[in-house]
């Protein structure tokens, strides 16, 4: 869902550029970082990814083939309030493989790049690749990291764009987004397992970041949409919308709050503690890699916990 500048990926770029230590750092595994200038890095693809979810995902397929910059790996980061640094521009400039997600979720990427003057990096565009479009009379949610199929995709075209980088290793990263693939499958598994046992239940949401999980779990969302579009603005959320939020918990109307724990505020927390209150289960979701988790064991975490608020 699209958002205002003060809530997306901050571009700062030029002169303007802040230096902040330990911004453009790697992903979790350590590759990227000092490692790209490493005389071991050199045989490698350098690739750039926005945040450390497409990072992960490339280094499961890349292996030691790649060296990997997540832009974006700390987990207690705010996406929205993110501003770059000198350090992303350079690890721009020298990328044969930049993954960004798109949908005007990570803008910054294309504009950095562009000043970097490397025209030559393959550009994954993780929406364009899902090819989601926004609902008639409705925005895009572009958190689509969260959509299993579409990260299926993804995977093809960064073996695909690897492959073409690094030739002699085309059929190793082949192999491997066809073994990360397969570890997909008991996901939407358990999203069909949900679907079955719960299907039509309502739940509340705090932004859309879950809601590609959600719905394929055949789930509902009641959340007044003025209150979810709000809190992903950064706006307030008006008095009106906050009580017909807080009513869906009072009224069991709905059997879980998945809230992004990455952003956090007086109303959200309002919705959180009213939520508890009322005993209705609180799932935690995060737009980033929580720290010590890879892609995989992240969102099985994530689908586990869903289903396990749904059983109570």
Sequence with gaps: MPT??????????????????????????????????SPAASSKVAVVASTNVYGDITEQIGGDKVAVTSIISDPS??????????????????????????GGYDDFVDKMLKSSNNSSAEVINAVTVSGKTAPKGGELNEHVWYDFPTVAKIADRIAAALGKADPAGAAAFTKNAETFKAKLTPLETKEADIKKKHGGAGIAITEPVPLYMTEASGLVNKTPEEFSHAIEQGSDVSPKALQTML????????????????TSGSQTQKAQDTAKTAGIPVVPVTETLPKGKDYLGWMTANVDALASALDK
């Design 4 to 37: 205002s500048p003060s809530r997306r990926l901050a571009l700062i770029t030029g002169a303007s550029l802040a230096l902040v230590a330990g911004c453009g750092s790697s992903s979790d595994s350590g590759s990227g970082g000092s490692d790209a200038q």
């Design 77 to 102: 980061q705010d996406p929205h309030s993110y501003e770059a640094s000198t350090q992303n521009q350079l690890a721009l400039s020298k990328a044969k493989v930049v993954i960004e997600n798109g």
């Design 247 to 262: 009513a869906l918990f009072t009224g069991k109307q709905v059997k879980a709050l998945v809230y992004n724990a990455q």
